[in-house]
């Protein structure tokens, strides 16, 4: 076994610990969600797991956790306070998070799919929106041997500004 492998060995054996820790912050957070602590917990772990997929090049991964944790930021800071439908796509960013590092364990490899939903609804709730559907919410994650369409990315730049004279 070489240094990444290890490396890796242990990412994974972290991340593993982490979700063991979220599915207990998220139980308790549903108790409790005015805690800001069990916030702050659940924000630094999308934030470690945020950072060490950066560290691997999982972009995938690293995506997600970004999106998650620009939402936990918003609750940490008290901008909202956490309602249902915010826990509920928290708890399928943390499953979907948890079905990338799985896929990574099994494969040695980020597996492909498609997040662009979650990670829509994610930022649509971090930008103050409500009404994110049952089905958008629950929608189950592509398989990982689904093939994936490449993204595409549109870059709109400003036009020129023209001073007068």
């Known amino acids: ?21 979220l599915d207990l912050d998220f139980v308790q957070l549903e108790q409790t969600p005015e805690d800001k ?15 060490s997929s950066g560290f691997f090049a999982f972009h995938r991964l690293e995506k997600v956790a970004h999106a998650g944790e620009s939402l936990l930021s918003k609750l940490r800071d ?37 997040d662009s939903a979650l990670i829509q609804n994610l930022k649509f709730l971090t930008d103050g929106g409500t009404g994110i559907s049952k089905a958008a919410v629950t929608a189950p994650p592509a398989p990982a041997s689904a093939p994936v369409a490449p993204a595409v990315e549109v870059v709109i730049e400003p036009a020129p500004v023209i001073a007068e004279k």
């Open 1 to 21: 076994m070489d240094n990444n492998d290890q490396i890796l060995d242990e990412f994974l054996l972290e991340a593993g610990e982490i979700f063991d820790q």
């Open 37 to 51: 602590k069990l916030i702050g917990n659940i924000f630094r772990a999308m934030h470690t797991l945020k950072g």
């Open 78 to 114: 008290g901008v909202f306070t956490l309602n249902e439908e915010m826990t509920d796509i928290l708890l399928e960013t943390s499953d979907r998070l948890r079905a990338i590092v799985d896929g990574v364990q099994k494969q040695r490899r980020e597996p492909e799919g498609d």
